[in-house]
């Protein structure tokens, strides 16, 4: 990240975590141990930053409108650093043709998502939803598997482990999108802040991203944080580069 406003941006988002009970130290939130131990202890949060339900219109209107992903039967869902979001059961509950693929670092996280889920979402949601423990950074999941990944704030986890991993890991979740396929990322870092890196080192057809903020939000999860929130839209190229 650029180095003023990426300070700034850090500073933000420590306010907002020192505000939910959670470390103050934003180099902590590149560290997938940092995370595993929170769910291990029981004191990570169930939404990071935004409520499922105050973003899955962005995911909804990418199902809809994006030319690649309205005319699918069926569509494999990636839900990355799914954490204990719901973002994914709820994708899957309004959508009756998409499949969503949790994955997370943490054992924990998985296990508490699967089981948090059991008890809320209805049998034929859960049969769409799937529940892994894997690294995006050396995935043992098969390449080109995924129509679409969705992401709530776990690239820019990332971002606070260094460009290596940034590179890293939007190299493994390029490999996992099959051709044309769309990588959504639910984030609170403005395009101002995001650097080349980020954003060019993986051969995208296309980046694109708008504001998520005020009225978007304003029926869902606007009181979980005081952060701008942007979706930033990746698109692999319907050929091989
Ligand atoms: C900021 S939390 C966001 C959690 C969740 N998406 C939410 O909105 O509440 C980042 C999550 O990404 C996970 N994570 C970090 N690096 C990862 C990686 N390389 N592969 C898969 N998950 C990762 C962490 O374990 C953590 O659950």
Redesign the pocket.
């Known amino acids: 990240m650029l180095r003023g406003r990426a300070h700034e941006h850090a500073r933000r988002v420590a306010r907002a975590a020192r505000s939910r009970g959670l470390s103050s130290s934003t180099r902590d939130?590149g560290s997938?141990a940092f995370?595993?131990a929170k769910?291990r202890s029981g004191r990570a949060?169930?939404?990071?930053?935004a409520g499922a339900d105050g973003v899955v219109g962005a995911v909804e209107a990418a199902l809809r409108q994006e030319p690649g992903l309205s005319v699918l039967e069926s569509v494999a869902c990636l839900h990355?650093?799914?954490?204990?979001?719901e973002?994914g059961f709820r994708t899957a509950q309004l959508f009756p043709h998409v499949h969503v693929t949790n994955?997370?670092?943490?054992a924990a996280?998985v296990e508490g998502l699967q089981s948090q889920g059991a008890a809320k979402y209805e049998p034929e949601v859960l049969a769409r939803s799937k529940f892994v423990q894997?690294?995006?950074?050396d995935s043992k999941l098969a390449s080109e598997t995924f129509d679409l990944c969705i992401?709530?704030?776990?690239l820019?986890?990332?971002e606070f482990a260094g460009d290596a991993e940034v590179g890293r890991?939007l190299q493994g979740i390029h490999r996992l999108l099959r051709p044309g396929g769309l990588y959504l990322q639910v984030s609170t870092v403005d395009p101002g802040v995001r650097d080349a890196v980020t954003l060019a080192d993986v051969p995208w057809a296309r980046v694109t991203w708008t504001n998520w903020t005020s009225d978007s939000l304003a029926e869902g999860a606007s009181e979980e944080s005081d952060l701008d929130l942007w979706i930033y839209k990746f698109t692999k190229s319907v050929v091989h580069v």
């Open positions: 939130f997938p995370w595993d769910y949060p169930r939404e990071w930053f990355v650093g799914c954490g204990l979001s973002l994955v997370d670092t943490s996280a894997d690294d995006v950074l992401d709530k704030g776990t820019d986890a990332v890991f």
